[in-house]
């Protein structure tokens, strides 16, 4: 096997704090390496450099053997380099086909984009994405955006391609497409890096993964030759536990109390309770009405009938509901859970405002006790208070999305995939955040998609099918088997 | 759902648009000319061309900028500092060529262009605030270079004041320069790789940088490309208007331009916008300033009533894009249910 892309001894620093430490890396031509590490471990910076974003400040990337220096993204497409991005970098006022070609450099006389039309089609045919050429971008799904992505990748010389964290947003079977086309790709000898979290998916595509820590390569290893266990270990460099919550001590007292909530096309009839001290997950497929449900809890949608309270006073909207004491950390951060371009310090004290300033004065020395209290009790990894929210890692702006709630005098926690995007380590201290908080008596109604994450956090599960509530388990005896059943709408045998 | 069968749809509703404004601007025409029919005269029509011929040089450069998400506040002065600059050279040597004259009031404009487009990448002034600043500076250049004197009909060339008259074509080069612009700036949206990453660089600058492209250099350029135009448009007004007076040279310009874009459905945050819009934007804005004298509305009223009719304009058309879109999501998810 040939080596396609190599980095020697790369370091990296942003003025004062070092990314990268001499990393060594390299990929085989007909290889998918997989890169892991917790946010923060440098996979990102590392791949930048790779594909000409940031130059190292020590140390060489070579192609084939041959000793490159990017000065740009131009330079590093021309030496075959292709980065898909998490967030498909694409534009959304362009069309499919625009977007693909944006940035063909070749001098083909008599090129336009009508006559790449064809072979256009083609690309996005042998990826099984079925778009219109000429549909708005910004009308197309997530899922087809990636693939997209791809395309405008396959059209170059392609020699590498760096994907990074692409199955974040994407179900399964559209994930399954994805990898279909990665292992086509990997047939064509391609070298492939593949960035991920979930270390089932990554096992299941990768044929050798490089583990990086603080900067640092920690070891190389096959597949074939290990665990999930032995992974998440070198990741963090400690064990992880994936413990279960205590069991629940049933409590009379009532947190939320939902009779027969409604919302047009997305929900009907929902009653549900949960205890102080209780977390109750609800589990389904996406689209069964999940999220909408949380929303209308909290009063951020509008809901057709019944009724929402919180220990036991009738909520009507997300004022109301904030007053109470309850508090919605949504699914999509950048968007509903924090002010990415406001610092650290103000996202913790925005919802407190209220009750640390003075006369509508805001008082800077009880504002930054409160802050640094919760970035040490959360454990969130920021060089400064005064740092954009939006410079956090994904696992850092979780937590932080959690802080400014906590600061509040919270009874009642509605959370919508709290660990969507976030990296092994963060998860367990985001689940053990979860139960300390339930452990003092806040009841907690928690969205998931992870499987895993429903089972072990959970005392009960909800199941919800086409916006209706159709089963609840006690955690303790739930299988995924069961709850797929029940999500499905498979009879038990 | 046949996604083939979104294709005419999607086109349609794009070629809708266009023509929705293009009502709005006869619906317009037609109430003027029925309160009072001079309105219809040659005579007003083509006073009316001359006008839009002067805005839509300007405003397609606003749209350019405006879609490279910038925007361009200055154009008014920096279209005064060319005429003057222009009038003044015109009046000190009566036997210039015009294309020479042309070339001045163009490279002027260019030359301001560029102070603003150094101001904005190189000295990373966010664009509204940097070319608010230059909006006073190169109105105070206008008195600065001319002494605060004005240039009168008598001083400057004929053969200056001939492209506002018509010529043995049947219209004024004034038009002609116009439509000239308007095609050129079609070609380069719709037809050039160029054009489309002008679009690519407003749409997502982050992308931009991601797939190889450089904002800055657009960003820079289109500065020059509005400070030409602007500079153009210089060249264009002394034509029209033969006396050049400092204070009153492209005065408040900037506003009708880029009220005119913004009608004609650009993007105020970048990425979209087009020329066919800009156009009917432009026609809008050029009819109401005529029509509302024609009509006798007093001159009073005029400015409030010209921004009255903007405003309608503008919500009659997003009430008409918001159905257009409801209705293609609807037929979008009609499949999954």
Request: hydrophobic share 45%; proline share 3%; with cysteine.
């Amino acid at each position: 096997m040939t080596v396609s892309l190599r980095c020697e001894g790369v370091s990296k620093w942003f003025g004062e704090s070092g990314v990268l430490d001499s990393v060594d890396f390299s990929v085989e031509a007909g290889e998918i390496h997989a890169l892991l590490g917790e946010n923060g471990a440098g996979k990102s910076t590392l791949m930048k450099i790779c594909s000409g974003l940031y130059r190292p400040n020590r140390g060489f990337v070579s192609v084939e053997g041959e000793r490159q220096s990017f000065s740009s993204v131009m330079d590093a497409q021309a030496a075959g380099i292709a980065l898909i991005h998490q967030e498909p970098r694409l534009f959304p006022d362009l069309n499919v086909l625009e977007n693909i070609w944006i940035d063909f450099r070749g001098k083909v006389r008599g090129f336009n984009l009508r006559s790449v039309e064809k072979q256009t089609q083609d690309y996005l045919n042998e990826l099984g994405c079925g778009v219109d050429l000429r549909a708005r971008m910004a009308d197309i799904s997530v899922a087809d955006q990636q693939l997209i992505d791809v395309a405008s990748a396959l059209r170059k010389d392609l020699k590498i391609l760096i994907v990074d964290e692409p199955t974040a947003s994407l179900t399964p079977s559209e994930v399954d497409r994805l990898f279909g086309v990665l292992r086509r790709l990997k047939k064509q000898g391609v070298a492939i890096v593949f960035i991920g979290h979930r270390l089932s998916e990554i096992l299941e595509i990768s044929d050798t993964m490089t583990v990086l820590r603080d900067g640092r390569v920690v070891g190389s290893i096959r597949a074939a030759q290990t665990t999930e266990d032995e992974l998440a270990r070198m990741m963090v460099g400690r064990n992880i536990d994936v413990a279960d919550s205590e069991p629940y001590v049933s409590s009379d007292s009532k947190v939320l109390q939902v009779h027969n909530l409604s919302a047009t096309g997305k929900f009907k009839d929902v009653s549900l309770e949960v205890g102080s001290g209780e977390i109750v997950g609800v589990g389904g497929l996406v689209g069964s009405g999940r999220s909408e449900l949380l929303e209308a809890i909290f009063g951020v949608r509008k809901k057709y009938s019944g009724t929402v309270s919180i220990n036991g006073a009738r909520i009507s909207n997300a004022l109301g509901s904030i007053k109470a004491g309850s508090a919605l950390v949504p699914e999509d951060r950048g968007r509903n859970g924090l002010v990415l371009r406001a610092t650290v310090l103000e996202n913790i004290v925005l919802p407190s405002l209220r009750t640390l300033s003075r006369l509508g004065v805001r008082r800077r020395k009880r504002e930054l006790a409160l802050a640094r209290r919760m970035i040490s009790e959360l454990g969130v990894r920021t060089a400064s208070l005064e740092m954009e929210a939006g410079a956090l890692s994904g696992g850092n702006q979780q937590k932080l999305s959690l802080a400014k709630w906590l600061a509040h005098d919270l009874k009642l926690l509605l959370i919508d995939e709290p660990t969507r995007g976030v990296d092994i380590g963060s998860k367990s201290e985001i689940h053990t955040l979860i139960r300390q908080l339930a452990s003092r008596g806040v009841g907690v109604l928690v969205v998931s998609s992870d499987m895993r994450e429903l089972l072990s956090l959970p005392h009960r599960i909800l199941v919800m099918r086409e916006g209706e509530l159709v089963g609840s388990l006690p955690a303790a005896g739930a299988t995924e088997e069961s709850v797929i059943k029940l999500a499905s709408g498979v009879k038990a045998a | 759902m046949g996604i083939i069968g979104m294709r005419p749809l999607a086109r349609n509703l794009a070629r809708f648009r266009d023509l929705g404004i293009g009502g709005i601007v006869l619906a317009v025409a037609i109430a003027f000319g029925a309160v009072n029919p001079v309105f219809f005269r040659p005579e007003n029509l083509f006073a009316i061309l001359l006008s839009v011929g002067i805005i839509v040089v300007l405003a397609v450069g606003q749209m350019l900028v405006i879609i490279s998400r910038q925007i361009d506040l200055s154009i008014g002065s920096t279209l005064g500092v060319a005429a003057m600059v222009t009038a003044m050279v015109g009046r000190d040597l009566p036997d210039i060529p015009t294309i020479l004259l042309a070339a001045v009031s163009v490279g002027v404009g260019a030359l301001l262009g560029a102070v603003n487009g150094f101001l904005v990448v190189g000295a990373k002034i966010p664009p509204i605030i940097a070319t608010l600043g230059t909006l006073a500076i190169y109105r105070g250049l206008v008195f600065i270079v001319s002494n605060n004197t004005q240039v009168n009909p008598s001083e400057i060339p004929s053969g200056v004041t001939a492209l506002a008259r018509v010529s043995p074509i049947g219209v004024p080069p004034i038009v002609l320069i116009g439509v000239g612009v308007v095609l050129a700036a079609w070609y380069f949206t719709r037809k050039t790789m160029t054009g489309l990453r002008l679009y690519a660089v407003g749409s997502n600058p982050e992308a931009a940088i991601a797939r190889g492209l450089s904002p800055l250099k657009f960003q820079f350029w289109v500065f020059v490309v509005m400070g030409a135009l602007a500079g153009l448009g210089g060249l264009l007004y002394i034509a029209r208007y033969s006396t050049v007076n400092p204070a009153d040279v492209g005065a408040g310009f900037e506003l009708q331009v880029i009220s005119a874009v913004v009608i004609g459905g650009t993007n105020i945050f970048g990425g979209s916008g087009s020329v066919a819009g800009v156009l009917m934007g432009v026609f809008l804005v050029g009819i109401l300033a005529n029509g509302l004298t024609v009509i006798g509305v007093s001159g009073f009223w005029q400015s409030a009533a010209s921004g009255a009719i903007i405003i309608i304009a503008v919500v009659i058309d997003t009430l008409v894009r918001r159905q257009m879109s409801n209705g293609k999501k609807k037929e979008k998810s009609r499949p999954n249910e």
